[in-house]
């Protein structure tokens, strides 16, 4: 059985929202969470956290669930909508959620380093030059919730992971030499997993295939595909399969356009050497 109950988040509307639905068809099947807890290999205490709305149910959590409750679909719908990650923008939120289930994702960047690869230095540097200035709280909530998402990296070796970063993002040094140093040393170790893939986009690439802006799509396990667009306060979840298209055919152009990871991997090292 499974039991990961520390370091829960405070309650989200939608988790809570969640919670009731299924504490309504456990009882609905005439089990108590001691009963219900076996039956979908979990602990009483998991069970008790989801229907609290203080745990984000686990996707197999949730599979086994309606099955046992006879839920007709619904706590599969309802988990949809089930975010938790207080530090993120509600309209990040369901592509987070998305990060969460990915078999593929691919992320280009091209004003700073992506999310899931920043080091804390780095992402502190970030939030603290928010406009309008964030608290103390609201960057410790923001640098957790970042922590969270990267632990994707190492906790679903079967995704695939491929980033694509503007080297003029390495080169503005956000944040000074020390934290460009350990950066650039993070970028290097990280770019060693084996499902991960980091390519530069040297700058020497005066036109490529990515001036429109940074993409991100993401492969579910049921192999659909669904992109993200970043603005300065929105954000865009693509499901249209025309513009998935074309954000796949723009990507692989920039996939050709980058350096190649060992390529990649040189200029890391050289740049590391020179700082």
């Known amino acids: 059985m499974t039991n990961s109950t520390a370091n829960e988040p405070e309650p989200s509307d939608s988790l809570k929202t969640f919670g009731l639905v299924h504490k309504a068809f456990r009882k609905r099947a005439g089990l108590t969470q001691e009963e219900f807890a076996p039956l979908v290999r979990y602990q009483p205490g998991t069970v008790a956290s989801i229907e609290q709305g203080r745990r984000l149910p686990p996707r197999v959590y949730v599979e086994r669930a ?60 970030l939030f603290n030059a928010r406009v309008p200035v964030l608290t103390d709280a609201q960057i410790e909530a923001q640098l957790t919730a970042r922590a969270e998402r990267q632990r994707l990296l190492t906790e679903r070796p079967n995704t695939g992971y491929n980033f694509i970063i503007d080297e003029q993002v390495i080169k503005r040094g956000t944040g000074g030499r020390e934290v460009t140093l350990e950066l650039v040393s993070h970028l290097l170790a990280v770019s060693e997993l084996r499902n991960v893939e980091l390519q530069l986009l040297p700058v020497t690439c005066s036109v490529h295939a990515g001036l429109d802006g940074p993409i991100r799509l993401s492969e579910t396990p049921e192999n659909e595909w669904f992109g993200y667009c970043e603005g300065q306060r929105t954000g865009q979840f693509i499901a ?3 513009s998935i298209s074309v954000l796949h055919m723009r990507y692989a152009k920039l996939r050709s356009q980058a350096l190649t990871p060992d390529d990649s991997r040189s200029l890391l090292q050289r740049t590391l050497g020179a700082l």
Do not use: C, H, M
Not at 76 to 92: I, N
Not at 104 to 117: A, C, I, K, M, W
């Open 66 to 125: 309606e099955e046992v409750s006879d839920a007709f679909g619904v706590l599969r719908a309802a988990a949809k909508y089930a975010t938790r990650q207080p530090g993120l923008a509600s309209w990040f939120r369901r592509w987070a959620d998305l990060e969460e289930q990915a078999i593929s994702l691919y992320t280009f960047e091209n004003r700073l380093v992506p999310g899931l690869l920043q080091t804390v230095a780095y992402a502190r540097t």
């Open 240 to 242: 249209d399969p025309e």
